[in-house]
C-alpha cells in the first residue's frame, strides 16, 4: 500500500495523472504524459538533461560497482517512461569512444516487482527508441 502512495506521490510531483487499473497498479494517463508507446512500455520524448538528471544518474552510478564505467561518458539526453515495472528514467550516455549506452533507472516500482532501486536495472546498447523528424520540402 505505501507503494501506491509513493507512485502517487511521485505522479503528482511530476505533474503526471494517474490511473489505477483492477491489478493495484498505478499506470500515468496514456494520451499526455507517455505519447510514444512500444510494445508495453511507454516513453516520453527524449529531452536535454537538467541538473537532476546529471545528480540522480552520478549518484546511481557510484553505488553501483557494475556500471561506474559509464562515469566517463556525458550525459546527452534522458526521458522517462513507464512500463509494467513501474516508472523509470532512461539515460544517453556517449562513452570516450564515442558509442552510446543507456542506463535504465527505476525510480517507482510496482508491487511484486524484483529490481533493486538502487542499482541500475539494466544498461541498453542501442536507443530504445527515436523519433525521426520529416524532412521538409
Not at 72 to 99: M, Q
Not at 100 to 127: C, E, R, W
Amino acid at each position: 500500500m505505501a507503494m501506491i502512495f509513493a507512485v502517487i506521490g511521485i505522479g503528482f510531483i511530476l505533474n503526471v495523472q494517474c490511473e489505477e487499473v483492477d491489478s493495484g497498479i498505478i499506470i500515468p494517463n496514456k494520451a499526455g504524459t507517455y505519447p510514444i508507446t512500444i510494445g508495453n512500455t511507454r516513453y516520453r520524448g527524449w529531452e536535454p538533461p537538467n541538473e537532476q538528471d546529471f545528480d540522480d544518474l552520478r549518484a546511481i552510478l557510484k553505488r553501483d560497482p557494475d556500471h561506474n564505467y559509464l562515469i566517463r561518458g556525458k550525459l546527452k539526453r534522458a526521458t522517462s517512461g513507464v512500463d509494467e515495472n513501474g516508472l523509470f528514467k532512461i539515460y544517453e550516455v556517449e562513452n570516450p569512444d564515442l558509442t552510446y549506452s543507456y542506463p535504465i533507472q527505476y525510480f517507482a516500482l510496482n508491487a511484486g516487482t524484483h529490481i533493486d532501486g538502487d542499482k541500475l536495472a539494466k544498461v541498453l546498447d542501442t536507443k530504445p527508441f527515436e523519433i525521426l523528424k520529416k524532412p521538409r520540402n
